[in-house]
């Protein structure tokens, strides 16, 4: 199928299922309901992103406001990685990922990526129709699996977990939608430690994400993220491993938290 009559075979099928949503939305959806006192509209964290010694760039990761898709009301969440100007020149990045994840069930409705990284670039947009499992996207038409994640709504959602019971090693697992593809993700609780970043100290628990392939969250444990020990269970500090080394957000500003910050240590 060439590229145009791919594309109005997309737009046509999109047509079809926002009628079809229309009708559905006069029968009360049946979706899950998962409290949330860990994350609000307004909520924005700004982490520096380090190599080694270097600041390289910052991240902003916000919930910029609540929206409706599909006859549901949504957090839009923007996720941005931006190098600085004096790392422009070794490696340029303008990233910015958008998801709108459901408010009552927090699972994704639509989701976007915008990736500039040196020479490359990449643009890819999914509307996740979660009443008939299918991912209409700018690449294709998906089978997925209740309740699928992208990469961003998955830590939010994780955000909203009680860990207080696991044992060291103990999983909770997610499903992860990424390039066509729905792969099992894996939350793997490793415990408790003291975090020492630019916002404070906190008391943290330690999450190693594991997936199968693709995403934000690779697989062999390339992935460590420290959320605030409370109830907010604020990405702390995430670790992605390299080749050489490894790349640090840790987490250097805060506004708008749904509750007291009470994993932070007082000086």
């Known amino acids: 199928m060439n590229y145009k009559l791919k594309t109005t075979y997309l ?110 670039k990449r643009d ?13 996207t700018s690449e294709g038409i998906f089978d997925i699996p209740e309740y699928v994640n992208d990469i961003i709504s998955a830590l939010y959602l994780a955000r909203t977990f009680d860990y207080s019971n696991l044992k060291v090693n103990d999983a909770i697992h997610l499903k992860n939608f990424h390039k066509g593809k729905s792969y099992n993700l894996d939350l793997i609780y490793k415990g408790k430690e003291e975090i020492d970043v630019p916002a404070g100290k906190f008391n943290c628990i330690l999450i190693e994400p594991l997936v199968k392939a693709g995403g934000l969250f690779k697989s062999k444990g390339s992935i460590y993220i420290w959320f605030s020990d409370d109830e907010l269970k604020v990405p702390i500090k995430i670790k992605s491993k390299i080749v050489v080394g490894s790349i640090d957000a840790v987490l250097s500003d805060y506004t708008g938290l749904a509750g007291e910050f009470k994993a932070k240590i007082p000086d």
């Open 124 to 136: 890819y947009s999914a509307y996740f129709d979660q009443r008939n499992n299918k991912a209409f």
């Open 11 to 120: 737009f046509f099928c999109l047509a079809l299922l926002l009628v079809r949503n229309n009708f559905a939305q006069t029968i009360p959806d049946s979706f899950r309901v998962i409290e949330n006192n860990s994350f609000k509209v307004g909520e924005k964290l700004t982490f520096k992103i380090k190599y080694g010694f270097v600041t390289a760039g910052i991240s902003i990761m916000q919930i910029k406001d609540e929206r409706v898709i599909s006859g549901r009301k949504v957090h839009h969440v923007i996720f941005e990685v931006n190098s600085v100007p004096s790392f422009d020149w070794i490696y340029k990045v303008r990233d910015r990922y958008e998801t709108f994840i459901d408010k009552e069930g927090l699972f994704p409705w639509r989701f976007e990526q915008h990736i500039r990284e040196g020479g490359y």
